[in-house]
């Protein structure tokens, strides 16, 4: 049973369109990475949310902790070819040394 | 710049011929993960050293094996590789548990079994 469901798993997007990624768990996390990995790289990280109801923002990419910190977006604007890749999200949950990884959503962005 | 680091990007072994995978880091983290990618899935955990303990996960064949000789560096090696081995293995390193955690992960090594 995956712990984190990530949602569309593939999602393919004209250049300057907007997209989301979901991220949702039924359990408690103390704070959630998300990672972007491009084909034969390592996942790179992209920011960390801790607080429940906290909003990044990383350029265009907006990322959101739910209230509950059960959940989290990631939200492109104007998306680029340079955004294609697969994007991660892992939870941390205190006291321990691993994340629980989704998925994973690979977005694709046709010039 | 601080980094973690994989030797080599990528490997060809023989079916059955031990292979060892190598990474370091200048992070000075305290722990050390190793992982097995597959095509477009996501990472799945193998084994991580909290200094030098050493937790394995419970579902990791006894075919993959790690060694951390120091802090900065950490060893992945398969002792009978299959052909079911050939995949993407990525490190990962951490401060360690508690507030700010973060995992940083190396460019990885892509594993070919012939």
């Known amino acids: 049973t995956q712990l984190l469901e990530q949602s569309p798993q593939f999602l393919s997007i004209q250049e300057g369109e907007n997209l989301t990624v979901y991220c949702n768990s039924s359990?408690?996390?103390?704070?959630l990475q998300w990672y972007r990995q491009e084909p034969g790289e390592g996942p790179v990280l992209l920011v960390t949310?801790?607080?429940?109801?906290e909003v990044k923002k990383l350029k265009r990419l907006t990322f959101q902790f739910g209230d509950a910190r059960k959940d989290s977006s990631l939200h492109i604007t104007a998306a680029q070819p340079g955004d294609t890749g697969l994007y991660l999200c892992?939870?941390?949950?205190?006291?321990?040394?691993?994340?629980?990884f989704g998925g994973g959503t690979r977005v694709l962005v046709k010039p | 710049d601080a980094m973690v680091i994989q030797n080599p990007r990528y490997q060809v072994t023989q079916f059955g011929k031990p292979v060892t995978l190598s990474c370091s880091q200048t992070l000075n983290h305290n722990v050390m993960y190793w992982y097995q990618q597959k095509s477009s899935q996501a990472p799945k955990l193998l084994f991580h050293y909290y200094d030098k303990d050493f937790n394995n996960e419970a579902d990791t064949p006894d075919n993959f094996q790690s060694r951390r000789p120091n802090t900065s560096f950490c060893f992945l090696d398969i002792r009978s590789p299959g052909l079911g081995d050939a995949a993407m293995y990525l490190c990962a390193t951490s401060r360690g548990g508690g507030v700010g955690y973060e995992q940083y992960f190396g460019p990885g090594t892509r594993l070919t079994v012939t």
């Open positions: 892992a939870g941390y949950k205190a006291a321990g040394n691993k994340l629980t």
């Open positions: 949310v801790v607080t429940g109801g």
């Open positions: 359990s408690v996390f103390s704070s």
